[in-house]
């Protein structure tokens, strides 16, 4: 069992930038590739941007590439997700989740957090 904590969202406008947080828990962190995901209303889940385990292999969505990092401190038990240019179309709760992967062409994990909002104002 991995337990995750997303934090760091909020209100936020058009062109501003925010730094996520995912603080895990337990001794397994560093085994992980780990990952962000999104969902708004009525959409979705969409995949954002997944770090292997080492941190030397990234990999983002075509949507946030450019503009989304993804980072992690082992040591820390924590991954980041730093959001520059934000738009009012990132507006979503944004979910960190543990062993990410692709099932069968969709990105999907199998531990997650509870999730934090992320408003962009225009």
């Known amino acids: 069992q991995v337990q995750l904590v997303e934090s760091g969202g909020g209100l936020v406008q058009a062109g501003g930038s925010l730094r996520l947080s995912c603080a895990a828990s337990?001794?397994?962190?560093?085994?992980?590739?780990m990952g962000w995901f999104r969902q708004a209303p009525g959409k979705e889940r969409e995949f954002l941007a997944r770090?292997?385990?080492?941190?030397?292999?990234?990999y983002y969505a075509d949507s946030v590439k450019g503009r989304f990092t993804i980072s992690r401190d082992n040591a820390k038990n924590t991954v980041y997700l730093q959001m520059n240019s934000l738009k009012p179309e990132d507006t979503a709760t944004y979910y960190c989740?543990?062993?990410?992967?692709?099932?069968?062409?969709?990105?999907?994990?199998?531990?997650w957090g509870q999730g934090t909002q992320i408003t962009v104002s225009s």
């Open positions: 989740a543990a062993n990410v992967y692709n099932d069968r062409g969709a990105m999907t994990g199998d531990y």
């Open positions: 337990g001794r397994t962190f560093s085994s992980y590739a």
């Open positions: 770090i292997s385990w080492s941190g030397r292999i990234t």
